[in-house]
């Protein structure tokens, strides 16, 4: 999977995932913010993204808050972490 197909397939898990009807995967900026001002998901919304993620790239993520606040920043910190999972396995 290229690196833009890894962050198209992604805005297309954001979008299907959490159910976001008034977006589509276009309207998602790669490095807009996930949370707080940019997409305004919550605390909810990242388990229910990060089960999707899991699920679709078949990666696993750390038990350290601070580390998965940095790796769902934004569709582009996501698609690093999927690239840098795939290269490790």
Known sequence: ?????IET???DVIVSALDLED???ADIQTDA???GEGLGLDSIDALELG???KKT???TFSSNPG???KTFYSVKTLA???EQQKKAS
């Not at 999977?1 to 197909?5: D, G, L, N």
């Open 80 to 82: 690093d972490y999927i």
């Open 1 to 5: 999977m290229t690196r833009e197909e």
């Open 23 to 25: 977006l589509t995967a």
């Open 57 to 59: 790239f078949g990666v």
């Open 33 to 35: 913010p996930l949370f």
């Open 67 to 69: 580390e998965n606040k």
């Open 51 to 53: 089960m999707a993620v």
């Open 9 to 11: 397939r992604l805005k």
